[in-house]
């Protein structure tokens, strides 16, 4: 039997419309479900940022533009024969979906294969999705980890292995009253005054961590390893150049880039970003903390 489950995240309503099986397997979008009045408001104040639509079929035909794999996981990027933006998912070189969307990004049809890797199709798919969607409405989909601490946010920038769970880690257990919001992909927007939010949302990657909480973002902090404790402030396009790596988005499409290249460089002048070349100890949590809590 196929339902249709409404959903919020950072204040962003979607919908998804599958089998009732397959619902049973997203346990990490519980937090943000809602009736439809949740998520997108009455007819006067409605925001509907996009809806996806799950069934089986056949492989559709497109046309291949790029792509990018990290630890077996891969993302095909290219166009259906009639145009429309088309993504194939893989999981070890075996594909588990194909996502089709509309060219503004507000509908998307997943054409799912059944099998081991279905949840890592619609977990992807729904990313995606909601990172081209919202990219224009000042909001970005990072790849982090976000702490919350004395009702304030405090996000952790990488490359991957580079020690960004390990740290947050670091935080929750040495600095009291520090809990984790999300380990690997939480969700910044701009309030109607610029404020930074920084979101917990239903992606973690391997720390199952899906809470529906916000708190004002009040420091951003790009870690390197190192064999001692140093943390700076980047300033100007440091700081913009420390985002940009970390943010999901299609920069070749013009619309969703210039939604991007804005909702970073009001980060970047608004939000203290520092780097901070560390140990994984204690002492490297310490000195963060102390620094950019000042």
């Known amino acids: 039997m196929r ?3 409404y959903y919020k995240v950072a204040g962003h309503g ?7 099986s397959d619902f ?3 346990e990490n979008y519980a937090p943000f479900c809602c ?7 009455t007819e006067e104040t409605q ?7 799950i069934e089986e079929g056949e492989a559709p035909v497109y046309a291949e533009e790029m792509r990018q794999e990290e630890e077996g996981q891969e993302i095909v990027c290219g166009r259906a024969e009639d145009g429309r933006p088309l993504f194939e998912f893989r999981w070890w070189q075996q594909t588990a979906g194909w996502l089709v969307c509309a060219k503004n990004y507000d509908e998307g049809q997943l054409i799912i294969k059944a099998g081991p890797q279905r949840k890592m199709a619609i977990d992807n798919a729904l990313m995606v999705l909601y990172a081209l969607a919202t990219a224009d409405k000042g909001t970005v989909l990072f790849h982090a980890a976000v702490v919350s601490h004395q009702g304030r946010a405090y996000m952790f920038l990488g490359k991957s292995g580079t020690g960004k769970s390990t740290h947050a880690g670091l935080w929750v257990r040495h600095i009291g009253g520090t809990e984790l919001v999300n380990d690997d992909n939480p969700v910044v927007r701009l309030d109607g005054e610029g404020q930074a939010v920084a979101y917990g949302s239903p992606w973690s990657g391997k720390t199952p961590c899906y809470r529906n909480v916000c708190y004002p973002l009040d420091g951003i902090v790009l870690l390197s390893q190192a064999p001692y404790n140093q943390i700076e402030p980047l300033r100007g396009l440091a700081a913009y150049a420390a985002l940009v790596p970390s943010i999901s988005g299609m920069r070749w499409d013009t619309l969703i880039a210039e939604g991007l290249h804005q909702t970073e460089n009001t980060l970047a002048s608004t939000v203290p970003t520092w780097h901070l070349a560390c140990l994984p100890d204690k ?3 310490e000195l963060c903390q102390q620094t950019i809590e000042k």
């Open 35 to 41: 009736d439809i009045v949740g998520a997108y408001g």
């Open 24 to 26: 049973g397997m997203m």
């Open 283 to 285: 002492a490297a949590a």
């Open 3 to 5: 339902e249709t489950r």
């Open 47 to 53: 925001e509907r940022a996009f809806v996806l639509d």
């Open 14 to 20: 979607f919908s998804v419309t599958a089998e009732s």
